[in-house]
């Protein structure tokens, strides 16, 4: 009798064993879900700056003077023309071969038809460059950008969005100049 005894306890501790590993699991899952909605739900900060004009480490000192002051952003938007109009690119181009980080998560419009035609998607340049495209939906961590280039005055539309909610609403609308 005492053999069945000791298998009964043997297997009582090992079904309770599981039970608590199970639990473990479960509150390690709820915990993660609930720390993601707690990420999407707060508000989020994004920088949003106009014409770059291929001048990315001006633009990424101004931003970073900015967070000095005001404290870092999730993420740095840019409305505009973002590549140089009649010059080279020698201010990307430390960006592109990795010379040089973008220190912060930068998405940016430009009506530019050699881009558009080459990504009209949109496309990631390096790391934390990203290219939006001309059109769609885009979206990272907590927030979406529409964007839409509407007509032949190359005029964008962007409205930027938090999600679950709609916490942060803002709606740009920029006359973008032709890159040729």
């Not at 496309?123 to 950008?145: A, D, E, I, M």
Request: net charge positive; aromatic share 6%.
């Amino acid at each position: 009798m005492d053999r069945f005894h000791e298998l009964d306890r043997i297997k009582k501790q090992a079904e309770d064993k599981k039970k608590r590993e199970q639990a473990e699991r479960e509150a390690a899952l709820k915990r993660k879900v609930a720390e993601k909605l707690a990420q999407e739900a707060r508000p989020h900060k994004i920088f949003v700056s106009g014409d770059m004009r291929g001048n990315l480490d001006k633009l990424l000192s101004t931003v970073q003077a900015q967070a000095a002051k005001v404290g870092g952003a999730e993420a740095l938007l840019c409305v505009g023309r973002a590549l140089p109009v009649n010059e080279g690119f020698e201010g990307l181009i430390p960006y592109l071969t990795g010379e040089k980080q973008v220190p912060i998560e930068t998405f940016f419009i430009d009506a530019c038809p050699a881009l558009l035609q080459a990504a009209p998607q949109g496309r990631t340049l390096c790391q934390n460059l990203h290219f939006l495209g001309g059109y769609g939906v885009k979206t990272w961590p907590g927030s979406s950008v529409a964007i839409g280039i509407v007509n032949r005055n190359l005029h964008a539309c962007m409205l930027m969005y938090a999600r679950p909610y709609v916490c942060l609403s803002v709606r740009l609308s920029v006359r973008l100049h032709a890159c040729m």
